[in-house]
């Protein structure tokens, strides 16, 4: 999962007895390209003149030929174990390492599934709120796309998750229409792409017992899932085969930057 690039400008002023700063000059036409793609090429970054910033931010990203951990949380919606896992340890760990993590969410745990003719009933361990949680929360990751991790971490994060539901798509995807998740998690759709949640959680091996149900890089174990539960930030560090981040070592990389 990404999220979008921002260029952060800092002003500095020189400072006597008083701070005074440069009158700030008329900006500079646009180059054309949304601040997300402005380091996608070269000739991208060149246009917009964002070459040397474009340099100094690549200098810190992980090798892209290095595989990275990823982590796959099995968990019901309104589960507190499982809320207090994704808000406290996955979406954090995520904040700081996305570079080199990918998170996978199966909403369904506990919940069991039945078949009637071509169509699928599920009934949840807390409940039929909690079916619709998981439903809206598998439908928005349909929907919203890159977004929807952080759509999930609101809803999660939120007093009632439920009732956030609305609010948080509107935060961070207000392109995608509410009545379209809704149609999504009421129809056939949301029903087809829950019935795939209890397929992956059924094919679990070892098969889960309990959730958060954790599996790193497809494999799950006991001492796994306690490091995972204790610190998911020093487990990825430790798992990740590449170069470590200056975010896992503590380490200050000397760059040679410009200001404004």
């Excluded at 971490?153 to 809704?182: G, H, N, R």
């Excluded at 590449?242 to 760059?255: E, V």
Aim: with cysteine; proline share 8%.
């Amino acid at each position: 999962m990404k999220v979008p690039a921002f260029f952060v400008v800092l002003v500095f002023c020189a400072t006597f007895e008083k701070c005074f700063c440069k009158k700030p000059k008329p900006p500079k036409p646009s180059c054309g390209y949304p601040p997300s793609l402005w380091c996608k090429t070269l000739e991208i970054a060149t246009e917009c003149k964002v070459l040397k910033q474009c340099m100094e931010l690549n200098a810190t990203r992980p090798n892209p030929a290095v595989p990275k951990v990823e982590v796959a949380l099995y968990y019901e919606s309104l589960c507190p174990g499982c809320r207090a896992f994704l808000v406290e340890q996955i979406f954090p760990t995520w904040v700081m390492l996305n570079d080199i993590m990918d998170v996978r969410l199966v909403p369904f745990g506990n919940a069991v599934e039945t078949q009637h003719l071509e169509k699928y009933e599920f009934q949840c361990q807390h409940g039929e709120p909690e079916c619709l949680g998981n439903m809206l929360e598998t439908c928005i990751m349909k929907l919203v796309g890159d977004m929807g991790f952080l759509i999930i971490f609101c809803m999660e994060a939120a007093a009632d998750v439920l009732t956030a539901a609305q609010p948080c798509v509107q935060l961070y995807a207000p392109s995608v229409k509410w009545e379209a998740i809704m149609t999504c998690a009421k129809g056939d759709q949301g029903m087809q792409l829950m019935h795939e949640n209890a397929e992956k959680t059924k094919a679990l091996n070892p098969p889960h017992e309990y959730v958060p149900w954790v599996t790193i890089n497809g494999e799950h174990t006991e001492e796994l899932q306690d490091k995972a539960m204790s610190s998911l930030f020093t487990l990825v560090c430790s798992l990740y085969k590449g170069g470590k981040p200056p975010a896992c070592t503590g380490a200050l990389k000397k760059l040679d930057r410009s200001f404004c």
